[in-house]
T-cell receptor, first 114, second 111 residues
């Protein structure tokens, strides 16, 4: 079974803090994704990566950055957290280079920024 | 116009009935379509993928695709209370290597 894990299920941070969200997959997948999910807005793609040290902006990259130093790990960084970044963050991975590959999601991190 | 549209629901059906979930998309050139299920407090999981016009069946689930009308639907036969969840439609737009998700339809199956 594919396993995608995220470092925290719940996180509370203060405005202005630097926040790191970690995602690890154990199936040697090429692709990794970060989404946020908000009521009424659905899942929105923040960043994705098709290879180590490679990153592509998604639909809402502003205020975020990412790092992929190892194939199995994809980190989402909030350089200076703001209250409008309070959300559920979901990491996903997929096997190869095609968007049609099944994406497997981690359990999510519910981030609250006070 | 949103790229992928779904009625937010809730769609309420009695146990044993057929639940019909619909999704429309704006990019006529889209080729790949997916249905994910998300239980409350959990992450999405893939139920079905469909790439060609027509029906695709998997157990109690049938995905239907009509590219001319730009809609994709999911039928759940013999609905069970355990099917109560939010169902997300996702589409791969032309020339993109990413999924675009709808906001989901909440399904409630009453015993």
């Amino acid at each position: 079974d594919v396993k995608v894990t995220q470092s925290s299920r719940y996180l509370v941070k203060r405005t202005g803090e630097k926040v790191f969200l970690e995602c690890v997959q154990d199936m040697d997948h090429e692709n990794m994704f970060w989404y946020r999910q908000d009521p009424g807005l659905g899942l929105r793609l923040i960043y994705f990566s098709y290879d180590v040290k490679m990153k592509e902006k998604g639909d809402i990259p502003e205020g975020y950055s990412v790092s992929r130093e190892k194939k199995e790990r994809f980190s989402l960084i909030l350089e200076s957290a703001s209250t409008n970044q309070t959300s559920m963050y979901l990491c996903a991975s997929s096997l190869g280079g095609r968007a049609t590959d099944t994406q497997y999601f981690g359990p999510g991190t519910r981030l609250t920024v006070l | 116009q949103k790229e992928v549209e779904q009625n937010s629901g809730p769609l309420s059906v009695p146990e044993g009935a057929i639940a019909s979930l619909n999704c429309t998309y704006s990019d006529r050139g889209s080729q790949s379509f997916f249905w994910y299920r998300q239980y409350s407090g959990k992450s999405p999981e893939l139920i079905m993928s469909i790439y060609s016009n027509g029906d695709k069946e998997d157990g109690r689930f049938t995905a239907q695709l009509n590219k001319a009308s730009q809609y994709v639907s999911l039928l759940i036969r013999d609905s069970q209370p355990s099917d109560s969840a939010t169902y997300l439609c996702a589409v791969v737009p032309t020339g993109f290597q990413k999924l675009v998700f709808g906001t989901g339809t909440r399904l409630l199956v009453s015993p």
